[in-house]
């Protein structure tokens, strides 16, 4: 009989909402605890979502009997805090994306999880949507030839508020780590090592501090290019292309999360096109919940899809294209 996996919930937003609605599609999984600042909304949120322990505070949920697995879903800068947290106290941990506010967070927190030896996971979630996986399994096996330029965007419009998060530099708030981060990890999943030699980088800035807009662009060895853009004033498309010597494929908007994939052939003054569809119920957020079940159930102590060097060198990223910005938290 296959083990069910327990789950913890620390920080219950509205990214919370959602994984905690995938993990009813995940068989063996179950939400055993969830903590928030707040007793009374941690009960509602356990309440609603059938978890039998509920916490006022973050501190107290490591204490939970039976927790297999904490997913960690709190403002950019408490990650590394709440991490630290469970790693010390053995307890696995799936934490949001960014990771951290910067390299040497990360690092603390890799460290920390080998040297307790309880598996740690970005949560980039994007890298287990079926199409995307599809994409990433094509550009390996070299469906559009090598691989010269990734372009992708994400940005949508969120009304002024110095209050809310993405507006609030004490939470970590700005375009760039909130969005930005999946253009930037796109291009690491495609390119690769070594990281880019070159990064250029411009941003708008809110009266908050926080970068309303960025763009980038990363310059790879052997003349390969990553471009990326993120806002928070402007509804843009949400798609993201990869082109290749030999082709080009399309991630049909949102891309992040897409359920569309398109596929182009050069051939002559014309493009051969190929389309594949990639249905999904819920949000998406289960496929990675299985994915980190899969790694708990086999003993590992990271992914293999998202390993923690790769967050290391996506920090390593962010943290660059922050310096080119002059962005400080």
């Known amino acids: ?65 039976d927790l297999d697995v904490v997913y960690i879903a709190t403002p950019h800068v408490l990650h590394a805090e709440n991490t630290l947290l469970c790693l010390e106290h053995g307890i696995p941990v799936l934490c949001e994306k960014p990771f951290a506010m910067n390299r040497q967070e990360a690092l603390r927190m890799v460290n920390a999880s080998r040297r307790n030896r309880a598996f740690l996971m970005e ?34 419009h969120m009304p002024f508020d110095p209050h809310s998060r993405v507006y609030n530099k004490s939470l970590g708030g700005g375009s760039l780590l909130d969005i930005g981060i999946y253009p930037a990890l796109l291009s690491l999943f495609v390119l690769g090592k070594p990281l880019p030699e070159h990064i250029q980088a411009a941003a ?30 402007a509804n843009t498309p949400v798609e993201a292309s990869i082109y290749g010597t030999e082709g080009t494929i399309y ?11 398109t596929v182009s052939h050069y051939e002559g003054n014309t493009e051969l096109k190929r ?13 990675e919940a299985a994915h980190v079940m899969a790694c708990l159930e086999e003993g590992r102590l990271e992914s293999d899809l998202v390993p923690l060097d790769f967050t290391l ?17």
């Not at 389309?275 to 496929?287: R, S």
């Open 275 to 287: 389309d594949m569809e990639f249905p999904f119920e819920g949000w998406g957020y289960h496929f």
């Open 204 to 233: 708008s800035f809110s009266s908050t501090e926080v970068d309303e807009s960025c763009a980038f662009i990363l310059d790879y060895p052997d003349k390969r290019l990553a471009i990326g853009h993120s806002s928070i004033v």
């Open 123 to 156: 949560a980039l979630w994007t890298r287990f949507i079926p199409a995307v996986d599809y994409a990433l399994a094509l550009i390996a096996q070299g469906e559009i030839g090598d691989v010269h330029t990734v372009k992708a965007d994400f940005g949508f």
């Open 313 to 329: 060198d996506l920090m390593e990223t962010l943290d660059a294209i922050r310096e080119r910005i002059g962005l400080e938290y």
């Open 1 to 65: 009989m296959a083990k069910t996996f327990k789950w913890g919930i620390i920080g219950l937003g509205r990214i919370a909402r959602k994984f905690a609605s995938d993990l009813n599609m995940v068989p063996n999984a179950q939400l055993h605890a969830v903590a928030s600042t707040s007793a009374e909304r941690a009960r509602q949120f356990a309440d609603e979502f059938g978890a039998p322990y509920a916490y006022g505070n973050y501190a107290e949920i490591v204490q939970c009997s």
């Open 251 to 261: 991630l049909h908007p949102r891309w992040h999360f897409a359920k569309k994939v």
